[in-house]
């Protein structure tokens, strides 16, 4: 082959390898989310990606805010689903766009009865959710569906401020401002999890932005950052008063 078609098709190969891999990464995650038998006292310990603090945050949320529902996107294998589920005993909706991971979940949680999987893109399981009779009064909304090259968060958060005048809204990955040691998620050009690129958003939505008020080097697991909105004066107040967040 001369070098011409070489330099022409090895970029295709590469994405395509890149792809391969990428599938069976998932298919072995499925896989080991298929075997485990895990506790509820594992499962706690690695909701919300091993954080205690910020389990903390989600209990205070729950326990002083009147949720009446929980709302997730990205269920993945269904560990902070479950916690949430076992824990509040609320109904919980969680949508996953990858199939198998869905399949695991849905297995995994089948005990649990109320628990609602949703095979299905975050965007439309929102807008489908707000729409349907079922639709929560003041959920817990967990967005937690950006992973890879997606990043459903600017029409997620467009519904939910349509939809829902009273909620809870905690995005994972995000950039928690003075305290570089809680990582965020970077997509590249706009598409940084960070004030940056989204205070005007949430303002222009009518958002108030909360930030975890301990520092990440007494925080545990992974340490990834969040933000805590809402919108709703009577959930602002109380948002307000909670030890665990600060206002910006
Ligand atoms: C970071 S993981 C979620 C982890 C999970 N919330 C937990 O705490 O265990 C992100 C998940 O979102 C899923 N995902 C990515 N884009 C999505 C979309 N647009 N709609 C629904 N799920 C999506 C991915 O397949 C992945 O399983």
């Given at each position: 082959m001369n070098r011409f078609w070489e330099w022409l098709i090895s970029p295709i190969y590469k994405r395509k390898l890149r792809k391969l891999a990428t599938r069976v990464e998932y298919l072995e995650m499925a896989f080991i989310g298929l075997l485990e038998d895990l506790s509820s006292a594992e499962i706690e310990a690695r909701a919300f990606n091993g954080q205690r603090q910020r389990r903390d945050i989600f209990y205070s949320i729950i326990n002083n805010c009147g949720v009446d529902a929980i709302i997730e996107t990205g269920t993945f294998l269904g560990v902070t689903t479950r916690h949430m589920a076992e824990k509040t005993k609320l109904p919980v909706y969680s949508s996953e766009n990858?199939?198998?991971?869905?399949?695991?979940?849905?297995?995994?949680?089948?005990?649990?009865?109320?628990?609602?999987l949703s095979l299905s893109d975050s965007r439309d399981f929102l807008k489908r959710l707000g729409e349907s009779a079922e639709k929560p009064k003041r959920p817990f909304i967990y967005l937690d569906a950006h992973w890879k090259d997606d990043l459903p968060l600017r029409e997620e958060l467009e519904t939910i401020s349509k939809q829902w005048g009273e909620c809870v809204v905690m995005i994972d990955d995000f950039e928690v401002p003075g305290d570089e040691g809680f990582g965020y998620d970077d997509y590249g050009w706009k598409n940084t999890l960070n004030n940056k690129h989204f205070s005007k958003i949430?303002?222009?939505?009518?958002?108030?932005?909360?930030?975890?008020?301990?520092?990440?080097?007494?925080?545990?697991?992974?340490?990834r950052g969040c933000v805590v909105l809402t919108g709703n004066a009577a959930i602002l107040e109380t948002l307000s008063r909670n030890e665990h967040l600060r206002r910006t």
């Open positions: 990858n199939a198998r991971f869905h399949l695991v979940s849905k297995k995994r949680l089948s005990s649990l009865e109320n628990v609602r949430f303002s222009s939505l009518g958002f108030v932005s909360f930030f975890p008020r301990k520092h990440s080097a007494t925080e545990t697991g992974a340490k």
